[in-house]
C-alpha cells in the first residue's frame, strides 16, 4: 500500500508555480494554505519572483534549506517532469500535479514521462489535471478554488475521491453549506500515477473515515479494484457515482481524463458483487453517505413515520413501498401511551400524524414512546417548519434523540430558508435530514441494505 501521509498530512509544503498575481493559480493555493490555518511550513517556489504573499519565495525546492513533505504542482505542463525530478532529488515524497495538458488532451508521451520520473524516485503523484487535496482536520488545503468561492466544510468522518474537479468543487462547496462534516478529499485527475484503488486502500486502513464516497469515470485496475471494495466494504461502506454510463458519455470521460470508461454493464455487475452502494445522481452521494455516516446500524426495515403534515406522511409511505422497506406496526401498548398525548381526533397509527398544531413537546413524547417500540426499526421524522407551533426547539428534540443511540432517525423537512436553516442545524449534528420523502426513503433503503450485507 502507497504511504500517502505526506499528501493527506504534510509537515511541510512546497507550492511551485506560486504567483504573486492574484488571478493565478498558484497564488490562489499559496493563500489558501496561509487563510486556512496550516499550521507547517510553506515554501512558494517560483524562480521570478522573490517572495510571495509576504513568505520567501525560492527558485526551486533545491533551494530550501529545510525538508519538505510535499509539494503542489501548477506550472506549464511541459515543466512537469523536470520538476518532479528536482523534487525526487530532494526527497519530497508526495506531490500534487494541478497542471493539465496530458493523457486528457492527447499528449500521452508527456504523462509517461511525468510517470517515468515518479517511479524512478519512488514519488506518489496525485493527477495530474486535478483539483487538489483537502484535509479539514490538518488544515491541508491544495485546492486551487479561492475560499470566498467556495466554502470549506467542517472536520468530519465522510472522505470523498473524485475523478473530476469539478464536481468535485461541487462536493466540497455543497458539503461546506450543509453541514455535512469530511474526512479527507482527493481529486486525482488523470490516476497517472495514484489511481482509485491506491486511494482506496489509503482510507480503508484511515480510522478517520467512516464512509467513502466515490465520483469515477474509469477504473484502471479492475480486478483489483473489485478485490479491495469487498474487503473494504465488510467495515466501510463505499457510495459511488459512475459516469461515462452512455455511449457518448464515455467518449466525453475519455476527453476529461484521459480514461477508459468501458461497459457500463460491467461496472454495475461488479459494483454489485462488492457490495458497493451506486449513486446515480450528484445529490444522492450526499443523501446516501449522510445516512451511511450514522453511527447505529439497522438490518431491519420496519419504518415508522412521525409528522405533522398528513399529506406529506402519505408520501413517505408510498415511498416505503417503493423502496422495499416496510411500514412498522405499532404494539398496542405504544398505540395506548400515544392517544394519553394526542388529540382526540388524532389516529395512533404508523404513519403516525401529530396534526397541524403539534408543537417540539408533543414530538418528543411521540419520538420516545415510538423509538421504544420493539417493532419499529428505523424512525423518519417529517417537519414543516412553516406551522405555527414548531419553532428551533424541535432540533434539540431530534438531536437529543439521535444521542441516545436506540434507533436509527432521518428527518424529511420541505421548505425555504427557515426550513433549510434548521436542516443545516441538524446535518451538522449528524442527523440525515432530506428535502423529499422519496429522497429520504432511497437513502434509508441504501443504509439498511448495507447493515445486511
Not at 12 to 28: C, L, N, T, W, Y
Amino acid at each position: 500500500m502507497r504511504d500517502l501521509d505526506s499528501i493527506f498530512d504534510p509537515k511541510s509544503i512546497a507550492v511551485i508555480g506560486a504567483s504573486r498575481e492574484p488571478g493565478k493559480i498558484g497564488h490562489v493555493i499559496t493563500k489558501n494554505f496561509l487563510d486556512g490555518g496550516f499550521a507547517g511550513r510553506v515554501y512558494p517556489i517560483n524562480p521570478k519572483a522573490p517572495d510571495v504573499l509576504g513568505l520567501k519565495c525560492y527558485p526551486s525546492v533545491m533551494d530550501v534549506p529545510s525538508n519538505i513533505d510535499s509539494a503542489v504542482v501548477a506550472v506549464h505542463a511541459d515543466l512537469v517532469p523536470g520538476v518532479l525530478k528536482e523534487c525526487g532529488e530532494k526527497g519530497i515524497n508526495g506531490v500534487v500535479v494541478i497542471s493539465g495538458g496530458f493523457a486528457e488532451v492527447g499528449n500521452y508521451a508527456l504523462e509517461q514521462q511525468l510517470v517515468d520520473v515518479a517511479k524512478k524516485y519512488d514519488l506518489n503523484v496525485i493527477g495530474p489535471n486535478c483539483l487538489g487535496v483537502l484535509n479539514p482536520a490538518a488544515r491541508n488545503d491544495s485546492i486551487f478554488l479561492p475560499i470566498y468561492k467556495m466554502g470549506r466544510p467542517k472536520v468530519g468522518d465522510i472522505s470523498f475521491i473524485s475523478q473530476s474537479g469539478a464536481v468535485g468543487g461541487c462536493i466540497i462547496d455543497l458539503a461546506a453549506r450543509a453541514g455535512i462534516g469530511m474526512g479527507k478529499f482527493v481529486s486525482y485527475g488523470n490516476a497517472s500515477v495514484v489511481d482509485e484503488v491506491d486511494l482506496l486502500k489509503y482510507l480503508a486502513d484511515d480510522d478517520k473515515t467512516r464512509v467513502i464516497v466515490a465520483y469515477l469515470e474509469g477504473v484502471k485496475r479492475g480486478r483489483e479494484f473489485l478485490k479491495v471494495a469487498k474487503e473494504i466494504t465488510r467495515h466501510k461502506p463505499i457510495i459511488v457515482l459512475k459516469a461515462g454510463r452512455s455511449k457518448e458519455g464515455a467518449k466525453a470521460a475519455r476527453s476529461h481524463t484521459g480514461s477508459l470508461a468501458g461497459s457500463y454493464d460491467v461496472y454495475h455487475a461488479a459494483f454489485k458483487q462488492a457490495h458497493i452502494i451506486e449513486a446515480n445522481r450528484l445529490n444522492e452521494l450526499f443523501d446516501f453517505s449522510k445516512m451511511l455516516d450514522y453511527p447505529t446500524c439497522s438490518t431491519g426495515g420496519r419504518i415508522a413515520i412521525i409528522t405533522n403534515g398528513g399529506g406529506t406522511g402519505v408520501l413517505a409511505v408510498d415511498s416505503v413501498e417503493d423502496n422495499g422497506l416496510e411500514l412498522a406496526k405499532f404494539s398496542e401498548s405504544t398505540e395506548r401511551e400515544l392517544r394519553k398525548i394526542l388529540p382526540d381526533y388524532a389516529n395512533a397509527t404508523n404513519p403516525l400524524d401529530l396534526v397541524g398544531d403539534a408543537d417540539a413537546n408533543r414530538y418528543e413524547q411521540a419520538l420516545d414512546l415510538v423509538m421504544r417500540d420493539p417493532g419499529v426499526d428505523i424512525v423518519v421524522v417529517i417537519v414543516l417548519f412553516q406551522t405555527v407551533a414548531i419553532d428551533s426547539r424541535i432540533v434539540n428534540v431530534i438531536v437529543k434523540a439521535r444521542e441516545k443511540g436506540r434507533k436509527p432517525v432521518a428527518v424529511i423537512s420541505t421548505g425555504g430558508e427557515y426550513t433549510e436553516f434548521h436542516r443545516r442545524i441538524m446535518d451538522s449534528y449528524g442527523i440525515p435530514t432530506y428535502s423529499s420523502p422519496s429522497d429520504a426513503l432511497l437513502a434509508v433503503s441504501k443504509f439498511v441494505e448495507y447493515c445486511k450485507k
